[in-house]
């Protein structure tokens, strides 16, 4: 994911969600973005059971504890892409709070209404 980082979060969240372990690599510059994407990834989708490892520049997934809580509130680190990428658990968390949902208006202002003409119930 050298090339296209910004990605990465929801790439990383996808798989988590679908269970699929995976290593990625060409992510060093997640660490200097609006927050350490890295540290965030691990520190919310432990919530979920699932660890992200970096070892040798490249991360691995390991979702062998996933499960998925009736409810579970995300932080966003003031970072529009955590809560782009950790949104989508909603298809199957029952409810999954996004804190400073707000920050998505940096890259993407209908992010939330688009969601809600997808289907998801945005409250």
Request: aromatic share 10%.
């Amino acid at each position: 994911l050298k090339e296209c980082p910004d990605l990465a979060q929801t790439i990383v969240v996808i798989c988590a969600a679908l269970g699929h372990d995976a290593t990625f690599t060409g992510l060093e510059t997640l660490k200097i973005k609006e927050t350490d994407r890295v540290l965030a990834l691990q520190t919310e989708l432990a919530k979920i059971g699932v660890k992200f490892i970096e070892k040798n520049f490249s991360y691995k997934l390991d979702c062998s504890g996933l499960h998925f809580p009736e409810k579970i509130t995300i932080s966003t680190y003031e970072d529009h892409r955590m809560a782009m990428a950790f949104a989508p658990l909603a298809l199957k968390i029952k409810e999954v709070e996004i804190e400073e949902k707000e920050v998505v208006n940096k890259s993407y202002p209908y992010f939330w209404d688009d969601l809600e003409k997808a289907g998801f119930n945005i409250v």
